[in-house]
């Protein structure tokens, strides 16, 4: 991850906090979902929708119909449920649209993932009391906390004595 | 929900925690040993997934297994990397690292004070595959700076220079590396995280051979790669990670897995194709070594002192190059990036050349004359007869080994005992002459 400047009313959430943010959420709404199998959106939807995550997916893309056997909704207006995460893959500018978004159907964490930065979106979410991340996989992050990093010999920061 | 801090924990607690909590299924406090090829799948859509590397799991042992993964998070912590890659030997672990990066038509700028068998990889097989090597004097970083051409794909160094000693200026080389948009590889076996952790001073890749002081015990072969998590392989120079992989469906390691991308590559394309993997067995083993490595060093490293310093008094003995006395060219670099000392391992001559050197191992009674360093016990080797053989004398000579070097790696035996064989040796080797 490249260095970036630190951001006024927003500090990275550490790796606990990030662990405490997946575990009390249920649904993941992806923004900028990719039905190309090449595309990094397709390949995290891939590990979402495994029996690796306890996690109810919901794709957002106005230009397809279905990605993975999943239906494509047209904006996080559409879709049938309030989702936890709005986990975005779009361009760094069509981030504080996406972020307005968000906050207007009630998300409680505004994601955007590896290479995705923008200070304006980050202020925003944080301000209308969303978590934020930014610059993070949510499937590496997943992974750091159930085991699927440690098993490809990552180092997940976990010391523990407990069975689970 | 079990109680989970943000403390950052100290080098002893990961050095017996890391990588290793309790066996979710049955409890065991140590780490299982997996002793398994190959893992049933819980269906066919978990298998292709898992091959396709779109969820994490193990598969085949050649690509992972339980015991390998709790050395590699160990490991990693300990070196402060991002993650690590267990190969089969540490020469493997220099294999899979530089061949990750550096393919046909590639070069690589080494430092020319190289274990031999380093040189010859570098020099034969990866010459062989169309990479080149220029071999430099590590101890001047603008040498490195003017040996990169427009195809280098990373800098190479030892942290302590096998056999001669000589310490890296590493966050020097790290400079003159990033500077040009490289990666710094280096070899720090004879350092151990215990001493130095190059991540901490700007390397990017470091690799171990298992088989010395990490396993300290002499039994096993095993390498390892660690990476920082913190190049950029996005800039352009690195296509291998910016254009798409055919036979992980189009994939980019880089804009699929970020800063994850090196190790999971290494894994998922080196290791795949090499095969190199390492031991379930050894990796129990190395995660024992690894429990008692920070004590094992304060031992090595006190014994090696004094030993060297006995040596250096001794008018029997022409010289000791160990970067710990005080009289050391390396001295002010070992101060700095091994400020717990330099090592166990080191060299000194007997004046004579080659016959004296000899005889001196011929009457060693307790200390054992063999290829290897970092062992609990005291080593001993003449390397101009044996690791560095296969070197041309100009490349004996540009490696700084001369023919009446002897090197010593410093066991845990009682020092007493260490110097009473030594000195006994010494005689018989005069008195012989």
Redesign the interface.
């Known amino acids: 991850m490249a260095e970036r400047a630190s951001i006024d009313g927003w500090t990275p959430p550490s790796p606990n906090q990030r662990r405490a943010i997946l575990d009390r959420s249920k649904s993941v709404a992806i923004v900028g979902a990719s039905s190309n199998p090449a595309r990094a959106s397709n390949f995290v939807i891939t590990y979402l929708l495994s029996s690796s995550a306890d996690l109810d997916i919901y794709l957002v893309n106005p230009r397809e119909e279905e990605i993975l056997g999943q239906p494509a909704f047209g904006s996080l207006d559409d879709l049938p449920v309030v989702p936890d995460i709005v986990d975005v893959f779009r361009r760094s500018e069509d981030l504080p649209a996406i972020a307005e978004e968000a906050i207007g159907v009630g998300a409680s964490v505004f994601w955007a993932q590896l290479g995705i930065w923008s200070p304006p979106a980050a202020r925003m979410a944080a301000a209308a009391g969303l978590d934020v991340v930014m610059d993070r996989c949510i499937k590496i992050e997943h992974a750091r906390f159930h085991g699927g990093l440690h098993l490809a010999g990552f180092d997940t920061g976990v010391i523990s004595a407990r069975r689970r | 929900?079990?109680p989970?801090?943000?403390?950052e924990?100290g080098f002893r607690?990961?050095a017996l925690?890391?990588?290793a909590?309790?066996?979710?299924t049955t409890?065991a406090?140590a780490t299982p040993i997996f002793q398994t090829t190959s893992y049933v799948f819980?269906d066919t859509?978990?298998a292709a997934?898992l091959f396709?590397?779109?969820?994490?799991?193990?598969i085949y042992t050649r690509l992972?297994n339980?015991t390998?993964?709790?050395f590699?998070?160990r490991i990693?912590?300990l070196e402060s990397?991002?993650?690590?890659?267990?190969a089969a030997s540490g020469h493997s672990a220099e294999f899979l690292a530089i061949t990750a990066l550096a393919g046909a038509g590639d070069h690589i700028v080494s430092s020319s004070h190289l274990y031999g068998g380093t040189i010859t990889m570098f020099s034969n097989t990866l010459a062989n595959f169309g990479i080149e090597t220029t071999f430099v004097d590590p101890t001047d970083p603008e040498a490195f700076a003017a040996a990169i051409t427009p195809n280098t794909k990373v800098m190479f160094t030892e942290t302590i220079g096998n056999p001669s000693g000589a310490i890296a200026d590493i966050e020097a080389l790290a400079d003159v590396a990033h500077a040009h948009g490289l990666p710094l590889a280096i070899d720090s076996t004879f350092a151990t995280p215990a001493l130095c952790r190059p991540i901490e001073w700007g390397a990017d890749i470091v690799i171990h051979s298992a088989t010395k002081f990490i396993g300290g015990h002499g039994t096993s072969l095993g390498g390892v790669v660690v990476e920082a998590?913190?190049f950029?392989w996005g800039s352009g120079r690195f296509p291998k990670f910016t254009e798409?992989v055919p036979s992980y469906?189009?994939?980019?390691w880089w804009?699929?897995?970020?800063?994850?991308a090196y190790?999971?590559k290494l894994?998922a394309e080196q290791l795949r194709d090499v095969g190199a993997a390492m031991a379930p067995l050894n990796a129990f083993l190395f995660l024992q070594g690894l429990e008692t490595l920070d004590y094992r060093m304060v031992g090595h490293v006190a014994n090696a002192e004094a030993v060297a310093q006995w040596l250096d008094s001794d008018p029997r003995v022409a010289w000791v190059h160990y970067a710990g006395l005080p009289d050391s060219p390396h001295r002010e670099l070992a101060a700095k990036y091994l400020p717990a000392g330099a090592g166990a391992i080191f060299t000194f001559g007997l004046g004579g050349g080659r016959e004296t050197g000899s005889r001196f191992i011929e009457n060693l009674q307790m200390i054992s004359h063999l290829a290897n360093v970092g062992d609990a016990k005291t080593l001993v080797l003449h390397p101009a007869s044996t690791t560095h053989s296969q070197l041309s004398d100009e490349q004996l000579a540009a490696a700084g080994v001369g023919a009446d070097m002897i090197r010593l790696s410093v066991g845990l035996e009682d020092l007493d005992d260490i110097i009473f064989d030594l000195d006994q040796a010494l005689t018989g080797a005069q008195e012989s002459s």
């Not at chain 2, 396709?52 to 193990?58: F, H, P, S, T, V």
């Not at chain 2, 469906?249 to 980019?252: I, Q, T």
């Open positions: 929900m079990e989970q801090t943000d403390r924990w607690t990961r925690h890391a990588g909590r309790p066996d979710p409890g406090r819980e859509d978990d997934d396709a590397l779109q969820k994490y799991g193990m992972g339980p390998v993964s709790a590699e998070e990693a912590s990397g991002i993650g690590a890659v267990a998590g913190k950029d798409p469906n189009d994939l980019r804009d699929n897995f970020g800063e994850y190790c999971t894994r």
